[in-house]
Protein backbone atom coordinates (compact mmCIF):
# COMPACT_ATOMS: atom_id res chain seq x y z
CA UNK A 1 0.00 0.00 0.00
CA UNK A 2 1.79 3.51 -1.12
CA UNK A 3 2.29 6.03 0.97
CA UNK A 4 2.45 9.21 -0.08
CA UNK A 5 4.81 10.97 1.98
CA UNK A 6 7.94 12.66 1.64
CA UNK A 7 11.45 11.12 2.05
CA UNK A 8 12.58 11.00 6.22
CA UNK A 9 15.03 13.78 6.97
CA UNK A 10 16.52 13.43 10.82
CA UNK A 11 15.80 16.29 13.07
CA UNK A 12 18.57 18.75 13.29
CA UNK A 13 17.56 21.20 15.88
CA UNK A 14 21.03 20.62 17.40
CA UNK A 15 24.49 21.06 16.98
CA UNK A 16 23.57 25.22 15.78
CA UNK A 17 20.68 24.48 13.81
CA UNK A 18 18.37 25.50 15.07
CA UNK A 19 14.09 25.27 13.96
CA UNK A 20 13.35 28.72 14.21
CA UNK A 21 16.22 30.21 12.68
CA UNK A 22 16.15 27.61 9.45
CA UNK A 23 12.22 28.66 8.96
CA UNK A 24 13.27 31.95 9.12
CA UNK A 25 15.90 32.69 7.07
CA UNK A 26 15.15 34.86 3.94
CA UNK A 27 15.05 33.06 0.63
CA UNK A 28 18.58 33.19 -1.08
CA UNK A 29 19.40 31.76 -4.28
CA UNK A 30 22.86 29.95 -4.84
CA UNK A 31 24.41 28.85 -8.43
CA UNK A 32 24.50 25.31 -8.87
CA UNK A 33 27.66 25.36 -10.91
CA UNK A 34 29.63 26.63 -7.72
CA UNK A 35 28.23 24.51 -5.23
CA UNK A 36 27.80 20.45 -6.53
CA UNK A 37 31.34 19.44 -5.40
CA UNK A 38 30.74 21.17 -1.96
CA UNK A 39 27.05 19.63 -1.99
CA UNK A 40 28.19 16.39 -2.66
CA UNK A 41 30.67 16.60 0.74
CA UNK A 42 27.96 17.78 2.64
CA UNK A 43 25.28 15.36 1.75
CA UNK A 44 28.26 12.74 2.67
CA UNK A 45 29.38 13.73 5.53
CA UNK A 46 25.26 14.64 6.54
CA UNK A 47 24.45 11.05 6.02
CA UNK A 48 27.95 9.52 7.96
CA UNK A 49 26.55 12.06 10.70
CA UNK A 50 22.87 10.54 10.52
CA UNK A 51 24.33 6.87 10.64
CA UNK A 52 26.13 7.77 13.99
CA UNK A 53 23.45 9.49 15.44
CA UNK A 54 21.10 6.32 14.85
CA UNK A 55 23.72 4.10 15.94
CA UNK A 56 24.36 6.45 19.00
CA UNK A 57 20.55 5.91 19.85
CA UNK A 58 20.15 2.05 19.42
CA UNK A 59 22.92 1.75 22.04
CA UNK A 60 20.92 4.14 24.06
CA UNK A 61 17.71 2.09 23.43
CA UNK A 62 18.86 -1.08 23.76
CA UNK A 63 20.94 0.11 27.26
CA UNK A 64 17.12 1.13 28.60
CA UNK A 65 15.90 -2.70 27.65
CA UNK A 66 13.99 -1.35 24.41
CA UNK A 67 13.88 -4.94 22.67
CA UNK A 68 12.72 -6.84 19.64
CA UNK A 69 13.29 -10.46 21.36
CA UNK A 70 11.28 -11.82 24.06
CA UNK A 71 13.63 -13.04 26.27
CA UNK A 72 15.89 -10.41 26.30
CA UNK A 73 15.78 -8.64 29.83
CA UNK A 74 17.98 -6.37 31.37
CA UNK A 75 18.47 -5.93 35.35
CA UNK A 76 17.18 -2.50 36.79
CA UNK A 77 20.95 -1.10 37.14
CA UNK A 78 21.84 -1.69 33.54
CA UNK A 79 18.35 -0.42 32.07
CA UNK A 80 19.12 2.75 34.30
CA UNK A 81 22.40 3.33 32.44
CA UNK A 82 21.99 4.51 28.83
CA UNK A 83 26.03 4.55 28.27
CA UNK A 84 26.05 0.77 28.68
CA UNK A 85 27.24 -0.63 25.79
CA UNK A 86 27.80 -4.29 26.45
CA UNK A 87 24.29 -5.50 25.83
CA UNK A 88 22.66 -7.17 22.55
CA UNK A 89 21.27 -4.56 20.04
CA UNK A 90 17.74 -3.87 20.95
CA UNK A 91 17.24 -4.98 17.43
CA UNK A 92 17.93 -7.94 15.33
CA UNK A 93 15.94 -10.77 16.42
CA UNK A 94 12.92 -9.74 15.35
CA UNK A 95 13.11 -6.46 13.36
CA UNK A 96 15.47 -4.39 11.51
CA UNK A 97 15.47 -0.84 10.30
CA UNK A 98 15.52 -0.38 6.70
CA UNK A 99 14.33 1.69 4.13
CA UNK A 100 10.87 1.00 1.89
CA UNK A 101 11.42 4.24 -0.90
CA UNK A 102 7.37 3.41 -1.98
CA UNK A 103 6.11 2.19 1.39
CA UNK A 104 6.74 5.50 4.03
CA UNK A 105 10.15 5.79 3.74
CA UNK A 106 12.38 4.37 6.83
CA UNK A 107 10.31 1.79 9.04
CA UNK A 108 11.08 -1.71 10.38
CA UNK A 109 11.44 -4.99 8.40
CA UNK A 110 11.23 -8.43 9.79
CA UNK A 111 14.71 -10.41 10.14
CA UNK A 112 12.59 -13.61 10.62
CA UNK A 113 9.48 -15.16 9.44
CA UNK A 114 6.74 -13.87 12.48
CA UNK A 115 3.87 -15.22 13.19
CA UNK A 116 0.45 -13.12 13.45
CA UNK A 117 -0.26 -11.78 17.04
CA UNK A 118 3.84 -12.36 18.08
CA UNK A 119 5.63 -10.06 20.16
CA UNK A 120 7.89 -8.41 18.20
CA UNK A 121 8.82 -5.25 20.18
CA UNK A 122 8.53 -4.46 24.01
CA UNK A 123 9.38 -0.73 25.47
CA UNK A 124 9.57 -0.33 28.96
CA UNK A 125 7.48 2.49 31.11
CA UNK A 126 10.81 3.78 31.63
CA UNK A 127 11.97 4.33 28.13
CA UNK A 128 8.32 6.45 27.12
CA UNK A 129 8.55 10.11 27.09
CA UNK A 130 5.74 11.61 28.69
CA UNK A 131 4.97 14.85 30.30
CA UNK A 132 5.17 13.45 34.16
CA UNK A 133 8.60 11.81 33.73
CA UNK A 134 10.12 14.77 31.53
CA UNK A 135 8.81 17.23 34.31
CA UNK A 136 9.91 14.34 37.08
CA UNK A 137 13.56 15.32 36.24
CA UNK A 138 13.16 19.06 35.91
CA UNK A 139 11.50 20.81 38.70
CA UNK A 140 11.98 24.22 37.36
CA UNK A 141 9.50 23.29 34.53
CA UNK A 142 7.20 21.19 36.77
CA UNK A 143 6.70 24.34 39.10
CA UNK A 144 5.72 26.77 35.78
CA UNK A 145 3.39 23.96 34.87
CA UNK A 146 1.74 23.49 37.89
CA UNK A 147 0.58 27.70 37.76
CA UNK A 148 -0.96 27.70 34.49
CA UNK A 149 -3.88 25.73 33.67
CA UNK A 150 -3.32 24.21 30.28
CA UNK A 151 -4.46 21.08 28.27
CA UNK A 152 -2.39 17.94 28.62
CA UNK A 153 -1.58 18.47 24.75
CA UNK A 154 -0.02 22.10 25.71
CA UNK A 155 1.69 20.54 28.67
CA UNK A 156 3.44 18.00 26.21
CA UNK A 157 4.47 20.46 23.81
CA UNK A 158 6.09 22.92 25.99
CA UNK A 159 7.85 20.21 28.01
CA UNK A 160 9.26 18.65 24.28
CA UNK A 161 10.16 22.24 23.13
CA UNK A 162 11.83 22.29 26.80
CA UNK A 163 13.57 19.42 26.63
CA UNK A 164 15.22 20.10 23.30
CA UNK A 165 16.20 23.57 24.10
CA UNK A 166 18.36 21.40 26.22
CA UNK A 167 20.59 20.57 23.30
CA UNK A 168 23.23 17.52 24.16
CA UNK A 169 22.29 18.44 27.68
CA UNK A 170 19.13 16.26 27.56
CA UNK A 171 18.89 12.83 28.55
CA UNK A 172 17.08 12.28 25.78
CA UNK A 173 19.45 14.17 23.18
CA UNK A 174 20.02 10.59 21.10
CA UNK A 175 16.31 9.98 21.12
CA UNK A 176 15.48 13.53 19.87
CA UNK A 177 17.64 13.19 16.99
CA UNK A 178 15.80 10.98 15.56
CA UNK A 179 12.55 13.18 14.77
CA UNK A 180 11.95 14.47 11.25
CA UNK A 181 12.96 17.82 10.91
CA UNK A 182 9.54 18.86 9.58
CA UNK A 183 5.89 17.73 9.25
CA UNK A 184 3.39 18.12 6.55
CA UNK A 185 0.19 18.33 9.26
CA UNK A 186 -2.56 20.52 7.65
CA UNK A 187 -1.56 23.05 10.30
CA UNK A 188 1.47 23.39 8.32
CA UNK A 189 -0.10 24.82 5.77
CA UNK A 190 0.43 28.26 4.42
CA UNK A 191 -3.01 30.05 2.79
CA UNK A 192 -1.67 28.56 -1.29
CA UNK A 193 -1.55 25.33 0.06
CA UNK A 194 -4.48 25.09 2.13
CA UNK A 195 -6.83 26.44 -1.29
CA UNK A 196 -5.34 24.02 -3.21
CA UNK A 197 -7.29 21.31 -1.38
CA UNK A 198 -10.00 23.15 -2.86
CA UNK A 199 -13.37 20.73 -1.41
CA UNK A 200 -14.59 22.93 1.43
CA UNK A 201 -14.86 20.36 4.11
CA UNK A 202 -11.16 20.17 3.69
CA UNK A 203 -10.43 23.53 3.53
CA UNK A 204 -12.46 24.03 6.34
CA UNK A 205 -10.60 21.14 8.33
CA UNK A 206 -7.29 22.68 7.29
CA UNK A 207 -8.60 26.35 8.92
CA UNK A 208 -9.76 25.09 12.07
CA UNK A 209 -6.58 22.93 12.50
CA UNK A 210 -4.62 26.32 12.01
CA UNK A 211 -6.79 28.35 14.17
CA UNK A 212 -7.02 25.34 16.93
CA UNK A 213 -2.76 25.83 16.97
CA UNK A 214 -2.64 29.13 16.86
CA UNK A 215 -4.98 29.54 19.75
CA UNK A 216 -2.93 26.87 21.97
CA UNK A 217 0.15 28.89 20.98
CA UNK A 218 -0.75 32.74 22.40
CA UNK A 219 -2.46 31.27 25.25
CA UNK A 220 1.10 29.31 26.44
CA UNK A 221 3.09 32.36 25.66
CA UNK A 222 3.02 33.27 29.19
CA UNK A 223 4.86 30.13 30.45
CA UNK A 224 7.29 30.19 27.62
CA UNK A 225 8.60 33.49 29.01
CA UNK A 226 8.52 32.36 32.54
CA UNK A 227 11.06 29.50 31.42
CA UNK A 228 12.89 32.08 29.19
CA UNK A 229 12.51 29.90 26.46
CA UNK A 230 15.18 31.63 23.56
CA UNK A 231 12.91 33.42 20.62
CA UNK A 232 13.03 30.56 18.31
CA UNK A 233 12.00 28.09 20.72
CA UNK A 234 8.77 30.40 21.49
CA UNK A 235 8.05 30.89 17.45
CA UNK A 236 4.93 29.46 16.07
CA UNK A 237 6.65 27.45 13.58
CA UNK A 238 9.09 25.55 16.50
CA UNK A 239 5.11 25.37 18.45
CA UNK A 240 3.97 23.84 15.07
CA UNK A 241 6.79 21.48 14.83
CA UNK A 242 6.45 20.12 18.42
CA UNK A 243 2.18 19.72 18.47
CA UNK A 244 3.53 17.87 14.95
CA UNK A 245 5.47 15.82 17.20
CA UNK A 246 2.48 15.31 19.16
CA UNK A 247 -0.33 14.66 17.18
CA UNK A 248 1.91 12.42 14.68
CA UNK A 249 4.47 10.19 16.67
CA UNK A 250 2.53 10.00 20.02
CA UNK A 251 0.74 6.60 21.43
CA UNK A 252 -1.96 6.17 24.11
CA UNK A 253 -1.13 5.64 27.60
CA UNK A 254 -4.24 5.16 29.72
CA UNK A 255 -2.42 8.36 32.35
CA UNK A 256 -2.47 10.85 30.40
CA UNK A 257 -4.52 11.88 27.22
CA UNK A 258 -1.49 13.86 25.86
CA UNK A 259 0.07 10.43 24.85
CA UNK A 260 3.59 9.39 25.20
CA UNK A 261 6.61 9.32 22.71
CA UNK A 262 7.51 5.79 22.14
CA UNK A 263 11.62 5.35 21.12
CA UNK A 264 11.96 2.91 18.47
CA UNK A 265 8.40 1.77 18.83
CA UNK A 266 7.48 4.73 16.51
CA UNK A 267 9.23 3.57 13.72
CA UNK A 268 6.96 1.66 12.56
CA UNK A 269 5.02 2.61 9.45
CA UNK A 270 1.18 2.97 9.08
CA UNK A 271 -0.98 0.35 7.34
CA UNK A 272 -4.56 1.13 7.23
CA UNK A 273 -7.28 -1.54 9.20
CA UNK A 274 -8.75 -3.65 6.00
CA UNK A 275 -11.20 -5.47 8.27
CA UNK A 276 -14.33 -2.30 7.69
CA UNK A 277 -17.18 -2.70 9.96
CA UNK A 278 -20.57 -2.36 7.55
CA UNK A 279 -22.59 0.28 9.05
CA UNK A 280 -26.30 -1.24 9.91
CA UNK A 281 -29.27 -0.61 12.34
CA UNK A 282 -27.89 -3.42 14.56
CA UNK A 283 -24.31 -2.34 15.40
CA UNK A 284 -23.70 -0.94 18.76
CA UNK A 285 -21.46 1.34 20.34
CA UNK A 286 -20.02 -1.48 22.01
CA UNK A 287 -19.50 -3.42 18.81
CA UNK A 288 -17.82 0.04 17.34
CA UNK A 289 -15.91 0.31 20.64
CA UNK A 290 -14.78 -3.62 20.35
CA UNK A 291 -13.90 -3.18 16.79
CA UNK A 292 -11.68 0.39 17.69
CA UNK A 293 -9.76 -2.00 20.51
CA UNK A 294 -8.80 -4.30 17.59
CA UNK A 295 -7.77 -2.18 15.01
CA UNK A 296 -4.41 -1.11 16.88
CA UNK A 297 -1.50 -3.53 17.30
CA UNK A 298 0.42 -1.70 20.34
CA UNK A 299 -0.86 -1.45 23.56
CA UNK A 300 0.70 -0.51 27.11
CA UNK A 301 0.10 -3.92 29.15
CA UNK A 302 0.62 -2.44 33.08
CA UNK A 303 1.37 -6.54 33.90
CA UNK A 304 4.63 -5.89 31.77
CA UNK A 305 5.33 -2.46 32.64
CA UNK A 306 6.13 -1.63 29.02
CA UNK A 307 4.49 -0.72 25.55
CA UNK A 308 3.93 -3.95 23.69
CA UNK A 309 3.52 -4.35 19.63
CA UNK A 310 2.38 -7.62 18.36
CA UNK A 311 2.53 -8.44 14.61
CA UNK A 312 -0.77 -7.90 12.84
CA UNK A 313 -0.35 -10.64 10.64
CA UNK A 314 1.75 -12.92 9.71
CA UNK A 315 5.02 -11.80 7.64
CA UNK A 316 7.72 -13.41 5.85
CA UNK A 317 11.43 -12.25 6.19
CA UNK A 318 11.98 -8.88 4.26
CA UNK A 319 8.38 -7.82 4.66
CA UNK A 320 8.03 -4.22 6.24
CA UNK A 321 6.19 -4.88 9.20
CA UNK A 322 3.19 -2.28 9.89
CA UNK A 323 1.63 -0.79 12.83
CA UNK A 324 -2.28 -0.12 12.46
CA UNK A 325 -2.37 3.73 14.30
CA UNK A 326 -6.39 3.23 14.01
CA UNK A 327 -9.04 3.99 10.87
CA UNK A 328 -8.83 6.94 9.38
CA UNK A 329 -9.71 8.90 5.95
CA UNK A 330 -6.79 10.18 4.09
CA UNK A 331 -7.70 14.12 5.04
CA UNK A 332 -7.61 12.25 8.82
CA UNK A 333 -4.15 11.32 7.68
CA UNK A 334 -2.96 14.04 6.52
CA UNK A 335 -4.56 16.57 9.10
CA UNK A 336 -2.84 14.32 12.12
CA UNK A 337 0.21 12.52 10.61
CA UNK A 338 0.63 14.57 7.65
CA UNK A 339 0.47 11.88 4.78
CA UNK A 340 -2.12 10.14 2.70
CA UNK A 341 -2.44 6.49 1.20
CA UNK A 342 -2.34 6.08 -2.76
CA UNK A 343 -4.93 2.92 -1.52
CA UNK A 344 -6.82 3.54 1.32
CA UNK A 345 -9.76 1.25 1.87
CA UNK A 346 -11.30 3.40 5.01
CA UNK A 347 -11.30 6.82 2.81
CA UNK A 348 -14.19 8.63 2.07
CA UNK A 349 -16.18 11.32 -0.08
CA UNK A 350 -18.70 13.96 1.25
CA UNK A 351 -20.92 15.62 -1.26
CA UNK A 352 -23.72 18.12 -0.44
CA UNK A 353 -26.95 16.59 0.62
CA UNK A 354 -30.44 18.58 0.60
CA UNK A 355 -31.18 19.51 4.54
CA UNK A 356 -34.57 17.77 3.97
CA UNK A 357 -32.69 14.45 3.14
CA UNK A 358 -30.79 14.54 7.04
CA UNK A 359 -33.93 15.38 8.63
CA UNK A 360 -35.22 11.38 7.60
CA UNK A 361 -31.32 9.90 8.85
CA UNK A 362 -31.34 7.81 12.30
CA UNK A 363 -27.89 7.47 11.80
CA UNK A 364 -25.13 9.49 12.83
CA UNK A 365 -24.69 12.92 9.48
CA UNK A 366 -20.52 11.59 9.02
CA UNK A 367 -22.05 8.18 8.27
CA UNK A 368 -23.98 9.32 4.77
CA UNK A 369 -20.69 8.83 2.35
CA UNK A 370 -18.98 8.05 -0.47
CA UNK A 371 -16.37 5.01 -0.30
CA UNK A 372 -13.49 4.98 -1.84
CA UNK A 373 -14.10 2.30 -4.21
CA UNK A 374 -17.27 4.62 -5.65
CA UNK A 375 -20.16 2.58 -3.51
CA UNK A 376 -22.31 4.77 -1.92
CA UNK A 377 -22.56 3.97 2.37
CA UNK A 378 -25.01 1.88 3.66
CA UNK A 379 -26.54 4.83 5.42
CA UNK A 380 -26.57 7.40 2.54
CA UNK A 381 -28.37 4.77 0.19
CA UNK A 382 -30.88 3.85 2.76
CA UNK A 383 -31.90 7.55 3.61
CA UNK A 384 -31.99 8.55 -0.09
CA UNK A 385 -33.86 5.71 -0.97
CA UNK A 386 -36.44 6.93 1.67
CA UNK A 387 -36.07 10.55 0.66
CA UNK A 388 -36.84 10.00 -3.29
CA UNK A 389 -40.16 8.34 -2.09
CA UNK A 390 -43.16 10.17 -2.01
CA UNK A 391 -43.61 11.73 1.57
CA UNK A 392 -47.16 9.98 1.78
CA UNK A 393 -45.76 6.28 1.55
CA UNK A 394 -42.16 6.94 3.34
CA UNK A 395 -43.88 5.84 6.97
CA UNK A 396 -45.00 2.28 4.78
CA UNK A 397 -40.96 1.85 3.59
CA UNK A 398 -39.19 2.87 6.30
CA UNK A 399 -38.21 -0.21 7.65
CA UNK A 400 -37.12 -1.38 3.76
CA UNK A 401 -34.75 1.63 3.51
CA UNK A 402 -33.34 0.91 6.86
CA UNK A 403 -32.95 -2.44 6.47
CA UNK A 404 -30.76 -1.46 4.06
CA UNK A 405 -33.69 -3.36 0.93
CA UNK A 406 -34.51 -1.79 -2.55
CA UNK A 407 -37.63 -0.44 -2.24
CA UNK A 408 -38.07 -0.95 -6.27
CA UNK A 409 -36.86 -0.74 -9.65
CA UNK A 410 -38.17 2.66 -10.12
CA UNK A 411 -36.91 4.23 -6.63
CA UNK A 412 -33.38 2.53 -7.31
CA UNK A 413 -33.00 4.26 -10.71
CA UNK A 414 -33.76 7.71 -9.09
CA UNK A 415 -31.60 7.42 -6.44
CA UNK A 416 -28.79 6.07 -8.48
CA UNK A 417 -29.54 9.28 -11.94
CA UNK A 418 -29.72 11.50 -8.41
CA UNK A 419 -26.69 10.54 -6.71
CA UNK A 420 -24.75 10.81 -10.34
CA UNK A 421 -25.76 14.27 -10.75
CA UNK A 422 -24.84 15.41 -7.86
CA UNK A 423 -21.32 14.05 -8.34
CA UNK A 424 -21.04 15.24 -11.56
CA UNK A 425 -22.07 18.81 -10.52
CA UNK A 426 -19.37 18.69 -7.94
CA UNK A 427 -16.94 17.54 -9.84
CA UNK A 428 -17.14 20.30 -12.48
CA UNK A 429 -17.63 22.91 -10.11
CA UNK A 430 -13.88 22.24 -8.53
CA UNK A 431 -11.73 24.42 -10.26
CA UNK A 432 -9.20 20.94 -11.70
CA UNK A 433 -10.21 18.32 -13.29
CA UNK A 434 -8.59 14.72 -12.72
CA UNK A 435 -6.86 14.89 -15.86
CA UNK A 436 -5.31 18.68 -14.88
CA UNK A 437 -4.73 17.18 -11.53
CA UNK A 438 -2.73 14.17 -12.88
CA UNK A 439 -0.46 16.52 -15.33
CA UNK A 440 0.21 18.89 -12.00
CA UNK A 441 1.35 15.69 -10.10
CA UNK A 442 3.17 14.39 -13.26
CA UNK A 443 5.36 17.89 -13.41
CA UNK A 444 6.14 18.39 -9.72
CA UNK A 445 7.15 14.77 -9.41
CA UNK A 446 10.12 15.34 -11.33
CA UNK A 447 13.62 16.28 -9.84
CA UNK A 448 14.02 19.59 -10.32
CA UNK A 449 17.87 21.02 -9.50
CA UNK A 450 17.24 24.53 -10.23
CA UNK A 451 14.66 27.46 -9.72
CA UNK A 452 15.17 27.80 -13.56
CA UNK A 453 13.94 24.40 -14.44
CA UNK A 454 10.34 24.43 -11.95
CA UNK A 455 9.68 28.06 -13.64
CA UNK A 456 9.77 26.96 -16.84
CA UNK A 457 7.84 23.22 -16.43
CA UNK A 458 5.00 25.62 -14.19
CA UNK A 459 4.83 29.03 -15.99
CA UNK A 460 1.34 28.88 -18.01
CA UNK A 461 0.50 25.17 -16.91
CA UNK A 462 -2.41 26.15 -15.18
CA UNK A 463 -3.39 29.20 -13.14
CA UNK A 464 -2.49 27.61 -10.19
CA UNK A 465 0.92 26.60 -10.65
CA UNK A 466 1.63 29.72 -11.63
CA UNK A 467 0.22 30.85 -8.49
CA UNK A 468 2.54 28.74 -6.71
CA UNK A 469 5.58 30.54 -8.15
CA UNK A 470 3.81 33.88 -7.27
CA UNK A 471 3.31 33.01 -3.59
CA UNK A 472 7.09 31.49 -3.71
CA UNK A 473 8.59 34.63 -5.01
CA UNK A 474 10.10 32.33 -7.85
CA UNK A 475 9.24 35.16 -11.08
CA UNK A 476 11.22 37.83 -9.91
CA UNK A 477 13.80 39.11 -12.71
CA UNK A 478 16.96 38.59 -10.80
CA UNK A 479 16.38 34.95 -10.79
CA UNK A 480 19.33 33.40 -12.94
CA UNK A 481 19.58 30.60 -14.68
CA UNK A 482 21.68 28.48 -12.29
CA UNK A 483 19.89 29.66 -9.05
CA UNK A 484 19.16 26.49 -6.73
CA UNK A 485 15.85 25.88 -5.04
CA UNK A 486 15.03 27.14 -2.01
CA UNK A 487 14.46 24.88 0.80
CA UNK A 488 11.15 27.40 1.67
CA UNK A 489 10.16 26.26 -1.80
CA UNK A 490 10.38 22.76 -1.77
CA UNK A 491 8.93 22.86 1.63
CA UNK A 492 5.96 24.30 -0.06
CA UNK A 493 6.10 22.43 -2.76
CA UNK A 494 5.73 19.18 -1.16
CA UNK A 495 2.61 20.28 1.02
CA UNK A 496 1.09 21.80 -2.83
CA UNK A 497 1.39 17.82 -4.01
CA UNK A 498 0.00 16.45 -1.17
CA UNK A 499 -3.09 19.16 -1.44
CA UNK A 500 -3.20 17.71 -5.31
CA UNK A 501 -3.10 13.82 -4.50
CA UNK A 502 -6.13 14.49 -1.57
CA UNK A 503 -8.09 16.18 -3.83
CA UNK A 504 -7.49 13.67 -7.09
CA UNK A 505 -8.28 11.18 -4.60
CA UNK A 506 -11.60 12.60 -3.79
CA UNK A 507 -12.27 13.62 -7.28
CA UNK A 508 -11.48 9.84 -8.38
CA UNK A 509 -14.43 8.54 -5.45
CA UNK A 510 -17.33 10.64 -6.82
CA UNK A 511 -16.20 9.16 -10.65
CA UNK A 512 -16.04 5.94 -9.41
CA UNK A 513 -19.21 6.86 -7.98
CA UNK A 514 -21.21 7.64 -11.10
CA UNK A 515 -19.70 4.73 -12.42
CA UNK A 516 -21.12 2.44 -10.03
CA UNK A 517 -24.55 4.37 -10.62
CA UNK A 518 -24.16 4.02 -13.91
CA UNK A 519 -23.92 0.05 -13.95
CA UNK A 520 -27.07 0.15 -11.42
CA UNK A 521 -29.43 2.02 -13.51
CA UNK A 522 -28.46 -0.15 -16.46
CA UNK A 523 -28.97 -3.68 -14.92
CA UNK A 524 -31.98 -2.60 -13.63
CA UNK A 525 -33.11 -0.83 -17.44
Known amino acids: MKKIVKKWT ?14 AQPISFYPITRLCTASLL ?3 ATEMEETQKLHNFLNWATALGISDSHFFHLNENEQQNPNNHHTPSCLGQSLSISYFPNAGGRGLCAVRDLQRGQLVLRVPK ?39 SKGKRSWWYPYLTQFPSNYDILASFDQ ?20 KTKTEWESAAAIMEQLMFKPHYMS ?13 RTMHIPWDSAGCFCPVGDFFNYAAPEDEQILSEDVTAADMAATSLRLTDG ?15 SYKKGDQVLLSYGTYTNLELLEHYGFI ?12 LPSDLYSLCSWPLDSLYIHQNGKPSFALLSVTRLWATPTHLQKSVRHLAYSGSIISNENEIIVMEWLSDKCRLVLKNLPTSIEEDELLLSVTDKDFGSVMEVKNELLGLTDESCTFLKVNGLLKDEISDGMALPRKTIRSMD ?14 MLRDCVSYCTRVINDLS
Not at 192 to 211: G, H, M, P, T
Not at 341 to 352: E, F, G, M, R, S
Open 42 to 44: VVA
Open 341 to 352: LDTNPNDKAYVP
Open 126 to 164: AALMTSQNLMLNDHKLAVSVSKFDMSSIQILTIALLNEV
Open 236 to 248: FKAWVWASASISS
Open 495 to 508: KWKLAIWWRLKYKM
Open 10 to 23: SFRLFDGLHLGQVE
Open 192 to 211: FEIQALQVDDAIWAAERALE
Open 299 to 313: VFEEEADAYCFYARK
